[in-house]
């Protein structure tokens, strides 16, 4: 298997096809696994790039090997297998906890960076938030229950709708959580507080894609227009009927947005979606 040694870490990697280069990076609690159905569709016509974080997946250590990390510390370990495994700018996609990698990747080494397409991003906890992680860092705090800690995001990450109409796409998420120890989900909690880049948006000056799901009740929509009103290179677009996850939930439909935001970036324009025509999975607004 692939490795990538990134500060004394082994950091598993995948890396597929050849072309323009889309980076793929999970969230909290969370591996590479999750992007299956983005990485087999553009596999064939793009370089893709996914990778674990530190101590996620198969980017593991033994117990005692275990130390707290931030936000800032898995951007570090992201830009060097950026640096390392790829010779050309990237667009990274990130999904939640990952939209902040994301952005801090951005922040740090925009030269390695084509634009973000950022699913369900936050540039800071709002009390809502806040009190939300709070809760479940003293969840896994006295028992590590990551079982029932999974359970419980679930319910916050897909519709009802989904989940019952669904359930096989669910286990598979839910058990890809249960493979990490409640450290893992613990110290993701803690990095989450501690992020908070709204002071420092205006200096991302590449396309912007943020992406979110009607439904979302862990980053309710207000979140990316927070965003995109500090960024004039971006635009904004809701999935009907999706959750937090709209590329598990609407995979066909959020790949077809994929393929139009590259394209059109790679043409040097802010992508168009007026003439878009999908399905009524989506509303797209221009920005600007």
């Not at 369900?120 to 990551?146: F, Q, T």
């Not at 319910?155 to 990490?180: G, L």
């Not at 992406?211 to 929509?221: A, K, M, N, Q, S």
């Not at 040097?268 to 797209?284: Q, R």
């Given at each position: 298997?692939?490795?990538?040694?990134?500060?004394?870490?082994?950091?598993?990697?995948?890396?597929?096809?050849?072309?323009?280069?889309?980076?793929?990076?999970?969230?909290?609690?969370?591996?590479?696994?999750?992007?299956?159905?983005?990485?087999?569709?553009?596999?064939?016509?793009?370089?893709?790039?996914?990778?674990?974080?530190?101590?996620?997946?198969?980017?593991?250590?033994?117990?005692?090997?275990?130390?707290?990390?931030?936000?800032?510390?898995?951007?570090?370990?992201w830009i060097g297998l950026l640096?390392?495994?790829?010779?050309?700018?990237?667009?990274?996609?990130?999904?939640?906890?990952?939209?902040?990698?994301?952005?801090?990747?951005?922040?740090?080494?925009?030269?390695?960076?084509?634009?973000?397409?950022?699913?369900?991003?936050?540039?800071?906890?709002?009390?809502?938030?806040?009190?939300?992680?709070?809760?479940?860092?003293?969840?896994?705090?006295?028992?590590?229950?990551?079982?029932?800690?999974?359970?419980?995001?679930?319910?916050?990450?897909?519709?009802?709708?989904?989940?019952?109409?669904?359930?096989?796409?669910?286990?598979?998420?839910?058990?890809?959580?249960?493979?990490?120890?409640?450290?893992?989900?613990?110290?993701?909690?803690?990095?989450?507080?501690?992020?908070?880049?709204?002071?420092?948006?205006?200096?991302?000056?590449?396309?912007?894609?943020?992406?979110?799901?009607?439904?979302?009740?862990?980053?309710?929509?207000?979140?990316?227009?927070?965003?995109?009103?500090?960024?004039?290179t971006s635009i904004d677009i809701?999935?009907?009927?999706?959750?937090?996850?709209?590329?598990?939930?609407?995979?066909?439909?959020?790949?077809?947005?994929?393929?139009?935001?590259?394209?059109?970036?790679?043409?040097?324009?802010?992508?168009?979606?007026?003439?878009?025509?999908?399905?009524?999975?989506?509303?797209?607004?221009?920005?600007?």
């Open positions: 298997m692939p490795y990538f040694l990134s500060n004394n870490l082994q950091m598993f990697y995948k890396l597929e096809g050849r072309g323009i280069p889309l980076v793929f990076i999970h969230g909290l609690g969370s591996n590479h696994k999750i992007w299956e159905q983005q990485l087999l569709n553009f596999q064939n016509e793009f370089t893709v790039l996914a990778a674990d974080n530190r101590y996620h997946g198969l980017s593991t250590v033994t117990d005692s090997e275990f130390k707290a990390y931030n936000i800032e510390q898995l951007a570090s370990d640096k390392s495994k790829l010779d050309r700018k990237a667009y990274i996609v990130g999904i939640s906890m990952g939209s902040a990698l994301a952005m801090q990747i951005a922040l740090e080494c925009q030269e390695l960076v084509s634009g973000l397409i950022l699913i369900e991003p936050w540039a800071y906890c709002d009390d809502e938030h806040r009190s939300r992680l709070e809760r479940w860092i003293e969840m896994l705090s006295k028992n590590g229950d990551v079982r029932g800690f999974s359970e419980n995001l679930i319910r916050h990450y897909f519709p009802m709708p989904f989940i019952q109409n669904s359930p096989e796409k669910v286990k598979v998420y839910e058990n890809i959580r249960n493979e990490h120890r409640a450290a893992v989900h613990l110290q993701d909690c803690k990095a989450c507080l501690e992020f908070d880049v709204r002071n420092r948006l205006k200096e991302i000056n590449i396309p912007m894609i943020l992406i979110y799901g009607e439904f979302d009740v862990l980053i309710p929509p207000y979140h990316s227009r927070l965003i995109r009103h500090e960024i004039p809701r999935m009907k009927e999706c959750g937090h996850m709209p590329f598990i939930e609407c995979p066909e439909e959020f790949n077809r947005i994929l393929r139009r935001c590259v394209e059109n970036c790679e043409e040097g324009k802010i992508p168009d979606f007026l003439n878009y025509d999908g399905s009524n999975v989506c509303i797209v607004q221009n920005s600007i």
